[in-house]
Nanobody
Framework: QVQLVESGGGLVQPGGSLRLSCVGS????????MGWYRQAPGKERELVAS???????NYADSVKGRFTISRTNAKKTIYLQMNSLKPEDTALYYC?????????WGQGTQVTVSS
């Protein structure tokens, strides 16, 4: 069974940057396509970015050019580098497989963008 633990969130001013990390356990982490998701208060959870096991990436239109997803399979870790953050990026951020698996949702990490 794979467990995923997110970290790196925090409070940042508009225009600032954060780097989120997601560490996975389990022997087949490197074979999964993975994604970062977010859920803002009162909104549905949405896909932010995805990365295939080989490193191909896709992004939501709202974050293109500002966020970068990457992975290090040897460390069973995926990252989300977030630059030029906006107040509308405020949300609880999760990692999961792509498409997501119900069994793999973790606690998430809170990102708050505010002056």
């Amino acid at each position: 069974q794979v467990q995923l633990v997110e970290s790196g969130g925090g409070l940042v001013q508009p225009g600032g940057s954060l780097r989120l990390s997601c560490v996975g356990s389990g022997t087949i982490f490197g074979l999964y396509d993975m994604g970062w998701y977010r859920q803002a208060p009162g909104k549905e959870r949405e896909l932010v970015a995805s990365i295939s096991y080989s490193g191909s990436t896709n992004y939501a239109d709202s974050v293109k050019g500002r966020f970068t997803i990457s992975r290090t399979n040897a460390k069973k870790t995926i990252y989300l580098q977030m630059n030029s953050l906006k107040p509308e990026d405020t949300a609880l951020y999760y990692c999961n497989r792509f498409p997501p698996s119900t069994n793999y949702w973790g606690q998430g990490t809170q990102v708050t963008v505010s002056s």
